[in-house]
């Protein structure tokens, strides 16, 4: 008697999971140093995953808050030029407060004549969380500048990586990383799709609870 179709599709799926998991293993395990596999502090672990979404969403009047209250520390350590340059509306004496900061969310430096969109600020906020949940950091996460949400000339958005960002990008063998922003008065969200080769050697450092050569 022969098998569902069904049923042979499920048992012709399971074995193809098991053979690409039985790959991935035999590819870390030839990565690994002679020692019983640990190379200095750290530990091989396997990137399995080929396609990984982070999506995040931000309340505009916390990102507003935060720059009402931290001004210039706040905003010149989260984003980037580039960024606040996009968010930039012009000259606070240009603008007329009463109606801007309720139709647009403008937020001021107090020591700045520059007026900036809260809700631009807060989806780009969004889109560097939503790419931290990708990057999936072991420890301590990556700088906020180090994960740029970049405006081509065309108007979409792309996200670009420096520092311990594209490291761990380069770790986890993320080879292709998309981003989508949206905002409205009140919130702003993103998400972030990243292609990932599923067969890199990763290395992440141990943490102070995992014992010496485990």
């Known amino acids: 008697m022969s098998l569902p ?48 979404v982070g999506m995040d969403l931000v309340l505009v009047a916390d990102v507003a808050a935060s720059v009402a209250r931290l001004g ?31 139709t647009t969310g403008a937020v001021r430096l ?26 999936r950091p072991r420890g301590a996460r990556p700088e906020w500048r180090c994960i740029e949400v970049h405006r081509a000339v065309g108007g979409w958005c792309e996200l670009r990586l420096s520092g311990r960002a594209a490291l761990l990008a380069a770790e986890a063998g993320i080879t292709t990383l998309a981003v989508s922003v949206t905002h409205e008065p009140m919130m702003a969200a993103a998400c972030v799709v990243a292609m990932s080769r599923g067969d890199a050697a990763v290395w992440h450092r141990k943490s102070s609870s995992e014992p010496k050569g485990a």
């Open 110 to 135: 107090d020591d700045d004549s520059a007026a900036y969109s809260a809700q631009s600020l807060a989806a780009r906020f969004a889109a560097k969380e939503a790419a931290v949940k990708v990057l």
């Open 72 to 102: 210039r520390r706040y905003l010149y350590r989260v984003f980037t030029p580039h960024e606040r340059a996009c968010a930039r509306l012009g000259d606070a004496w240009e603008l007329s407060w009463a109606t801007d900061m309720a």
């Open 5 to 52: 179709t069904n049923t042979m599709a499920a048992t012709s799926v399971e074995a193809l999971a098991v053979s690409l998991r039985r790959a991935a293993l035999e590819q870390v395990q030839r990565t690994w140093p002679e020692d019983g596999g640990v190379e200095g502090d750290r530990i091989p672990v396997t990137a399995s995953d080929s396609l990984r």
